[in-house]
């Protein structure tokens, strides 16, 4: 059973950065979206970026501009960059992929563990 794998969270101030990476736990046939969600809390997990299997990006508007969304398609990995982070940026980050493990199974969609970010000062 495959597992992403997530890393990167933290405390940060507000204004600065992190970057959050996610890696599978081993090789697939083929991939997918890849995405970042958050969850607040109190909060339903929302969608905040994601990379379609062309390539073509996607972010919400209360990210558009200071986040951006790297795959990186020979390792089954995928960075978020997070600049000027504010404190509403505040969430546990889950990494979510549309994989084919192998080449007779279906693609299924996995989540990673969650990793916590806090913008506080």
């Known amino acids: 059973q495959v597992q992403l794998v997530e890393s990167g969270g933290g405390l940060v101030q507000p204004g600065g950065s992190l970057r959050l990476s996610c890696a599978a736990s081993?090789?697939?046939?083929?991939?997918?979206?890849l995405a970042w969600y958050r969850q607040a809390p109190g909060e339903e997990r929302e969608l905040v970026a994601q990379?379609?299997?062309?390539?073509?990006?996607y972010y919400s508007e209360s990210v558009k501009g200071r986040f951006n969304i790297v795959r990186d398609l020979p390792n089954v990995a995928v960075h978020l960059y997070m600049n000027n982070l504010r404190p509403e940026d505040t969430a546990v980050y889950y990494c979510?992929?549309?994989?084919?493990?192998?080449?007779?199974?279906?693609?299924?969609?996995?989540w990673g563990q969650g990793t916590h970010v806090t913008v506080s000062s």
């Open positions: 990379t379609s299997s062309n390539g073509e990006p």
């Open positions: 081993q090789g697939v046939f083929a991939i997918g979206a």
């Open positions: 979510y992929g549309y994989l084919q493990i192998t080449e007779m199974s279906p693609a299924a969609g996995y």
